[in-house]
């Protein structure tokens, strides 16, 4: 995929080369006009989104080409043969045949983007299905996970971001979110925050030399909101991952729900190196990690106010494989093997296949060291005894495996 993203980026720099080189030239042919105004604001577009920073201003206008780009691309399609043609008509086949060649390097970009979308989305539907395996009570600020958990989902949060934040003594990005993947993973659950940092973690393993970049979104009203995509944000080819929903799916910068993300809002990142950030981690504290109480408080859903809002959705947008693209997670998609993958969709032509790694090692040993940890109520470590009309299950006890329903989109976080 990286090779993938290489050629893409120089087939859409020798498009716009080609397009300044015409306006340079300052032709005068019926409709060359047209394609210019076009073709100067899909370009427009691409550099806005390779732009570290932008002003409210470039926002707006971001905004206004995205939800025209699919217009201005069948635009660009449908004004070349008329080009063409006019140009045979004048005798110039020198800038006939230009056109003409232009026609099928425009045409390979969007296949091109189509292609490393769906071996990102691919890799991104496993990495998905990881976390959720990963964090199986979820979320203390969804009402579907908290009621799936029997109430304890937001106390186990707490508790993971206290123990999460004492375990934090380096400052490093990539050492500060594996910790908090990694103690998420041992307690079980976490918000999106941790969820997003699990995915991540995930992606520089399975993934090195691809571009991860883990962003937290806000709105200036307290409302925040934390994804990772394979690949810079804002593109088209780009997989955006969000295990946080309830049904959670792999989309594209159209059929996400959050709008430009801006540098600011990018806390990590980086290219993968194949390491296993998370058993890096666990080696380092494992043996300061608590007990995990058997039981913890219950929080009544019945009478309190928890909120819950819908980020990921289906969409029918341009190159968004909405077919495949289901809320309702499909049967098939989730249970693709890393080595399948790899077979699939090459990382890099430089990466031997049989140097990919496999399954992670950290996963198994954070999941035992939980098992092994989890502590009888009262029992020394267990941190207090919850009153008996506030116990919940053993976590063993509770069912994760229940098909999940859907719920309506809940304004909030």
């Given at each position: 995929?990286?090779?993938?993203?290489?050629?893409?980026?120089?087939?859409?720099?020798?498009?716009?080369?080609?397009?300044?080189?015409?306006?340079?030239?300052?032709?005068?042919?019926?409709?060359?006009?047209?394609?210019?105004?076009?073709?100067?604001?899909?370009?427009?577009?691409?550099?806005?989104?390779?732009?570290?920073?932008?002003?409210?201003?470039?926002?707006?206008?971001?905004?206004?080409?995205?939800?025209?780009?699919?217009?201005?691309?069948?635009?660009?399609?449908?004004?070349?043969?008329?080009?063409?043609?006019?140009?045979?008509?004048?005798?110039?086949?020198?800038?006939?045949?230009?056109?003409?060649?232009?026609?099928?390097?425009?045409?390979?970009?969007?296949?091109?983007?189509?292609?490393?979308?769906?071996?990102?989305?691919?890799?991104?539907?496993?990495?998905?299905?990881?976390?959720?395996?990963?964090?199986?009570?979820?979320?203390?600020?969804?009402?579907?996970?908290?009621?799936?958990?029997?109430?304890?989902?937001?106390?186990?949060?707490?508790?993971?971001?206290?123990?999460?934040?004492?375990?934090?003594?380096?400052?490093?990005?990539?050492?500060?979110?594996?910790?908090?993947?990694?103690?998420?993973?041992?307690?079980?659950?976490?918000?999106?925050?941790?969820?997003?940092?699990?995915?991540?973690?995930?992606?520089?393993?399975?993934?090195?030399?691809?571009?991860?970049?883990?962003?937290?979104?806000?709105?200036?009203?307290?409302?925040?909101?934390?994804?990772?995509?394979?690949?810079?944000?804002?593109?088209?080819?780009?997989?955006?991952?969000?295990?946080?929903?309830?049904?959670?799916?792999?989309?594209?910068?159209?059929?996400?729900?959050?709008?430009?993300?801006?540098?600011?809002?990018?806390?990590?990142?980086r290219e993968g190196n194949g390491k296993d950030l998370r058993a890096e981690v666990l080696k380092a504290i494992s043996k300061i990690l608590p007990k995990i109480p058997q039981e913890y408080p219950r929080v009544d859903i019945e009478?309190?106010?928890?909120?819950?809002?819908?980020?990921?959705?289906?969409?029918?947008?341009?190159?968004?494989?909405?077919?495949?693209?289901?809320?309702?997670?499909?049967?098939?998609?989730?249970?693709?093997?890393?080595?399948?993958l790899a077979q699939r969709y090459p990382i890099s032509d430089a990466l031997p296949q049989d140097t990919r790694p496999g399954p992670s090692a950290s996963s198994q040993a954070t999941l035992t060291a939980r098992a092994a940890r989890?502590?009888?109520?009262?029992?020394?470590?267990?941190?207090?005894?919850?009153?008996?009309?506030?116990?919940?299950?053993?976590?063993?006890?509770?069912?994760?495996?229940?098909?999940?329903?859907?719920?309506?989109?809940?304004?909030?976080?």
């Amino acid at each position: 995929m990286v090779a993938m993203q290489s050629r893409l980026d120089s087939t859409r720099e020798d498009f716009f080369a080609f397009c300044r080189s015409l306006r340079g030239a300052q032709f005068e042919i019926k409709g060359i006009h047209d394609f210019f105004r076009v073709s100067e604001e899909l370009e427009a577009l691409d550099r806005v989104r390779r732009m570290s920073n932008i002003s409210e201003s470039d926002f707006h206008i971001f905004q206004k080409l995205q939800a025209e780009e699919p217009h201005l691309k069948s635009e660009v399609i449908r004004l070349i043969p008329g080009l063409v043609e006019v140009a045979e008509r004048q005798g110039n086949g020198q800038l006939s045949s230009r056109f003409a060649g232009s026609l099928d390097v425009f045409k390979s970009i969007a296949a091109q983007e189509a292609s490393l979308y769906r071996a990102r989305r691919d890799w991104g539907r496993l990495i998905l299905e990881s976390t959720k395996n990963a964090l199986p009570i979820g979320s203390g600020n969804q009402i579907f996970d908290i009621a799936k958990s029997d109430g304890q989902s937001p106390y186990r949060v707490q508790e993971m971001r206290r123990v999460g934040d004492a375990c934090v003594k380096r400052l490093d990005h990539a050492w500060r979110h594996a910790v908090r993947a990694t103690v998420a993973e041992y307690y079980g659950a976490g918000n999106c925050g941790e969820q997003a940092a699990w995915a991540a973690t995930e992606i520089n393993r399975l993934l090195p030399g691809e571009k991860l970049a883990m962003s937290n979104w806000a709105d200036g009203k307290g409302n925040e909101h934390s994804y990772v995509t394979i690949g810079l944000p804002n593109f088209p080819e780009t997989a955006y991952i969000d295990a946080w929903p309830e049904n959670a799916s792999v989309t594209n910068c159209f059929g996400y729900g959050l709008p430009y993300t801006r540098e600011t809002s990018i806390i990590w990142e980086r290219e993968g190196n194949g390491k296993d950030l998370r058993a890096e981690v666990l080696k380092a504290i494992s043996k300061i990690l608590p007990k995990i109480p058997q039981e913890y408080p219950r929080v009544d859903i019945e009478n309190k106010s928890v909120k819950a809002m819908w980020i990921t959705r289906t969409t029918d947008g341009y190159n968004s494989d909405s077919d495949s693209d289901s809320n309702r997670r499909p049967d098939r998609g989730f249970t693709i093997s890393p080595s399948g993958l790899a077979q699939r969709y090459p990382i890099s032509d430089a990466l031997p296949q049989d140097t990919r790694p496999g399954p992670s090692a950290s996963s198994q040993a954070t999941l035992t060291a939980r098992a092994a940890r989890i502590a009888m109520p009262g029992q020394a470590g267990s941190g207090y005894t919850a009153p008996r009309e506030m116990r919940v299950p053993h976590e063993a006890a509770i069912d994760h495996s229940r098909p999940r329903q859907p719920n309506a989109p809940r304004p909030g976080i």
